[in-house]
């Protein structure tokens, strides 16, 4: 009974690593049962939501949950905990030594330190601008605006912890700097200046999670995920609307 309670709290720990992480509701819970077959435990039973995992499994007369309060986008981290599992169905770690590993992952910072965030915003969002039709002149602008917008969100989402309002926010200050740049003199085209520099808030990721968990029969699990992804498009377009609605 301790090695099936043991087996459990490390396929959780998976589970829960995985999904603050970003990872599909369907890959979170495949892992977590080709973990639990891998040590054994019969007839695993998963269910994952963004927000919290259930477990359990034959011959148990308790289930797990664990809820996650707290998601974000580590694909790094997701690989680790892919690679440690490929390890567990090898038959190459024992329990102790999963856990051990996974902690380690759960407990590492891997995600790239804020700055470096900063200057990639920078170059992404002059990128997409003359991707989109705008000219070399646009570049410079929406190299600023994107950077400012986000080193704005991630300012903002630390102070009111509510991704939401921060997004808005960082939009409104896209907003500005790109109206102001147009102001001095400083791009040719507005629309392009806005559409580059608010491609690093763009919910990609969260879009695409949505539409594979919609298509694997996680309907839950797409539909959260796909009202998340709309509210932070609303979010974007209502910070920069609001620029325009004081011009």
């Known amino acids: 009974m301790a090695k099936q309670a043991s087996t459990a709290k ?9 999904l603050e992480c970003g990872a599909e509701t369907y890959r979170v819970e495949d892992t977590m049962n080709r973990i639990a077959a891998a040590y054994g ?17 034959e011959h148990q007369d308790r289930s797990y949950f664990r809820r996650v309060t707290s998601r974000a986008t580590d694909l790094h981290k997701i690989a680790e905990v892919n690679d440690i599992s490929r390890q567990i169905t090898a038959g190459e770690l024992s329990v102790p030594e999963a856990n051990l590993l996974l902690n380690n992952v759960s407990q590492a910072k891997l995600a790239f330190p804020g700055w470096l965030q900063i200057i990639a915003a920078c170059f992404v969002s002059g ?18 605006a994107g950077g400012l917008g986000f080193a704005s969100m ?16 960082a939009s409104i200050v896209i907003g500005l700097t790109s109206v102001l740049s147009i102001h001095y003199g400083f791009g040719l085209t507005l629309d392009r200046i806005i559409i580059g520099a608010v491609m690093p808030l763009v919910p990609g990721l969260p879009i695409t999670q949505a539409v594979r968990d919609l298509m694997a029969g996680h309907l839950v699990a797409g539909v959260s995920k796909g009202v998340e992804a709309v509210l932070t498009a609303f979010a974007i377009g209502a910070g ?8």
């Open 10 to 18: 490390v396929c959780m720990l998976a589970g829960k690593i995985m």
């Open 41 to 57: 435990l019969k007839n695993a039973q998963s269910y994952a939501t963004p927000t919290g995992i259930n477990f359990s499994h």
């Open 154 to 169: 991630l300012f903002f989402d630390k102070l009111v912890e509510i991704r939401f309002i921060a997004e808005f926010l």
């Open 240 to 247: 920069v609307a609001v620029v325009f609605g004081f011009l």
């Open 127 to 144: 990128s997409f601008a003359i991707m989109f039709g705008g000219s070399w002149y646009d570049f410079l602008p929406a190299f600023l």
